[in-house]
């Protein structure tokens, strides 16, 4: 298959036009000007980026991921296909020892059979004075017999896992999860400055929504926010939905660490797509209200209604300013955000660029970065 478009975000430069040869499902040229012959799908109009890569969600379209029920993650996944996320790492909340094995049994199956990338375990090893939508009474601290319990079930299906490293046994739990090719993200932390820089050197290579939920950058304790923009070998997960960040905490944070270094992430829940109203997030009650989720028992951002076309638009749209077009470097930034990024720290070298050898997972946007059509076998 050929497609072509007005432009195409190959990596560090942007063609215009350009085009895209593929042959089972993966790409074997990606060039500039007119196709070597007629292209099968012609957007002369458009913007083909890469498939985006969400590597922190919980759900969408009136699904939910958490409790890893097939019929349910096969339909968020489906929805947030249409949004253009190609790629999707399945997150879950905090949940019982019990029921966080039946949960990874599930996961383990649908990332088997492709419909997940992998699973993100954000929790329950997380702070309580940091938990946000999380039930308190799931958490705990880690133990390497449950950590070894949760792997063998999952059998190389867990792709990164969130822990608060200031909690006992943490340190060790990093060890654990780094040694089997886990990637370690620091979230829902009320832990130090050091305390971070040592889960770092340990390996923990990924801020989980960098701010939110975590203890706050201040003058004589800069905690985890800092400690985490500070490494260069960690990827910043950011929510810029508006909502979770102020939009000009974006701009400094990719100003600060560098577009390299930022994931840009959903964490939608089941109400993602859907009308205000009441939901469920795990086992808590979320009220979702002008499009804002909450937990309806203590008023906490519950995860967001976002999807991750919309996320790359406004991201988009904040980086051109008072330009009137999105110049080739927003594009690539946001491109590289959106799905470069998260590829890499995920150590998915087969994803998240247009270049040959990659999956031939393609996005279309129309010149007001809407998605006009998306093109993955997987």
Known sequence: MIISA??????????RPG???????????????????????DFPDGIAVPGFVDMHVHGGGGSSYTDGVADEVRAAAAFHRGHGTTTTVTSTVSATPEHLLVIVERLRDLV??????????????????????????????????????????ADGTVAMVTIAPELPGASEAIDRF???????????TDATYDQVRDAVDRGARVAT????????????????????????RVVVEMI????????????DVQRAVGFDRVALVTDAMVAAGMSDGAYKLGSLDVTVTDGVARVSETGAIAGSTATMDGLFARTAAGLRGHADHFSDDVLIACAAMTSGNPARVLGRADIGVLEPGRRADVVVLDPDLRVTEVFSKH
Request: proline content about 10%; overall charge negative; charged content about 20%.
């Open 19 to 41: 085009w895209i040869r593929s042959s089972g499902g993966v790409i074997d040229e990606v060039g500039a000007g007119t196709p070597p012959q007629p292209a099968d799908r």
């Open 6 to 15: 007005g432009a195409v975000v190959a990596g560090d430069r942007v063609l």
């Open 178 to 188: 780094v040694a089997a090719g886990v990637t370690v993200a620091v979230g829902h």
């Open 112 to 153: 088997r059979e492709g419909v997940s990338a992998g699973i993100h375990l954000e929790g329950p090893w997380i702070s309580h004075a940091r938990c946000g939508a999380h039930d308190p009474g799931a958490l705990r601290n880690p133990t390497l017999d449950e950590i070894d319990a949760v792997l063998e079930l």
């Open 209 to 232: 929504h960098l701010f939110n939920a975590m203890a706050p950058l201040t003058h004589r304790e800069p905690g985890p926010p800092l400690a985490l923009m500070d490494d260069p």
């Open 240 to 251: 810029g939905d508006g909502v979770h960040l102020h939009p000009a905490l974006v701009r």
